[in-house]
T-cell receptor
Framework: DSGVTQTPKHLITATGQRVTLRCSPR?????VYWYQQSLDQGLQFLIQ???????AKGNILERFSAQQFPDLHSELNLSSLELGDSALYFC?????????????FGPGTRLTVT | AQKVTQAQTEISVVEKEDVTLDCVYE???????LFWYKQPPSGELVFLIR??????QNEISGRYSWNFQKSTSSFNFTITASQVVDSAVYFC????????????FGAGTRLTVKP
């Protein structure tokens, strides 16, 4: 158990809908990262937040957004969902905002868009 | 640009065999960090090791060992006396701190250890 929690574990929704994925980092970690894992694209970094502020952006679509709240939990919002958004979404946390620190991953949320 | 290549898509071994998973990386920077993660069938990603570009010492942790060679841009992972519980997908990853903290993962190597 990494100490990172993600809810829900599974989500099934229809095209065009909007969903919110939630992540709580390990105790003491200030950075939260979001990743998408799909069969065709592999594991891709989406976005990083550090202590409430956006720190780095990867291959995140404009339809996707994230935020980190004062209690350090984070939410990833996915809107206007398409079939291709079906994937496993991971949240990870690390103690620092610097990339040199290891990231601990949550169990993931499996999103299925039908 | 950063890139991580894991050329071995799938490896199958019999229990107690040693197995090496290859990882080759590309980056233009002199400061970078390399990682290995394990993804068992349950799906979570488990951190195994972090290595910075200035530390070329090999590391051993139980049955696991890592060989970092900057001259060949490789960071290979060896499991000695493999066990069925080692069956998983293993990912090598690279972070270049000057490139947006973007952790680049390789495509992964699926290891199957048969009893």
């Amino acid at each position: 158990d990494s100490g990172v929690t993600q809810t829900p574990k599974h989500l099934i929704t229809a095209t065009g809908q909007r969903v919110t994925l939630r992540c709580s980092p390990r105790s003491g970690d200030l950075s939260v990262y979001w990743y998408q894992q799909s069969l065709d694209q592999g594991l891709q970094f989406l976005i990083q937040y550090y202590n409430g502020e956006e720190r780095a952006k990867g291959n995140i679509l404009e339809r996707f957004s994230a935020q980190q709240f004062p209690d350090l939990h984070s939410e990833l919002n996915l809107s206007s969902l398409e079939l291709g958004d079906s994937a496993l979404y991971f949240c990870a946390s690390s103690v620092s905002g610097e990339g040199s620190y290891e990231q601990y991953f949550g169990p993931g949320t499996r999103l299925t868009v039908t | 640009a950063q890139k991580v290549t894991q050329a071995q898509t799938e490896i199958s071994v019999v229990e107690k065999e040693d197995v090496t998973l290859d990882c080759v990386y590309e980056t233009r920077d002199t400061t970078y960090y390399l990682f290995w993660y394990k993804q068992p069938p349950s799906g979570e990603l488990v951190f195994l090791i972090r290595r910075n570009s200035f530390d070329e010492q090999n590391e051993i942790s139980g049955r696991y060992s890592w060989n970092f060679q900057k001259s060949t841009s490789s960071f290979n992972f060896t499991i000695t006396a493999s066990q069925v519980v080692d069956s998983a997908v293993y990912f090598c990853a690279l972070i270049d701190p000057y490139n947006n903290n973007d952790m680049r993962f390789g495509a992964g190597t699926r290891l199957t250890v048969k009893p």
